[in-house]
């Protein structure tokens, strides 16, 4: 395996063939996407269900596996720009009105869920080199990077908010 604690995984009832397709799918991300990486494409390259693929993201940002860490970036609701600043942890926007530095209008980060941007970013190198490991076929490599960025109110959608801490510091 490149990124072994995956096998935690196992814990939490989650198929083998899912494991290993996530292992494989990290280990052949470009090392410019490890900071932005995204369940629901993850759930599109491999064709599984959205909530399972954000489910088991969040499983990999908690102890034992412990490979990623969660990140929020926002959107202007008014102009719909994204936010310069990248957040490790919503609480720290709570009361907080901040100015768009693209419209200048303010906005209260936390009102709409909607303008949160959630991603993950990768803590871990692979355990080894997959670059000679791994071939893509040509209808895979077609399909990379064309799915939608996840939102907090898509956590809310995918009834998945008890896998994550209320806006705290290591998850939503």
């Not at 720290?92 to 970013?121: A, H, K, M, Q, R």
Request: aromatic fraction near 12%.
């Amino acid at each position: 395996m490149f990124f072994p604690s995956l096998t935690h995984l196992r814990n939490y009832k989650i198929d083998t063939f899912i494991i290993e397709k996530l292992d494989n799918w990290l280990a052949i991300q470009n090392k410019f996407t490890y900071n932005n990486l995204n369940p629901l494409q993850f759930a599109l390259d491999i064709k599984i269900n959205e909530s399972i693929a954000v489910s088991i993201f969040a499983l990999c940002v908690q102890k034992p596996i412990n490979i990623m860490n969660v990140k929020y970036k926002l959107i202007c609701p008014n102009c719909s720009e994204l936010d310069r600043y990248i957040y490790d942890d919503l609480s720290v926007l709570n009361d907080v009105t901040l100015d768009c530095d693209n419209c200048g209008l303010p906005y209260y980060p936390l009102e709409f869920n909607e303008f949160i941007e959630v991603y993950f970013s990768l803590n871990v190198l692979p355990a080894h080199d997959p670059s000679n490991l791994i071939k893509l076929n040509e209808s895979t490599e077609k399909i990379l990077g064309k799915s939608e960025s996840l939102r907090v109110s898509d956590i809310d959608r995918f009834s998945l908010r008890g896998l994550f801490d209320s806006y705290g510091s290591t998850a939503i």
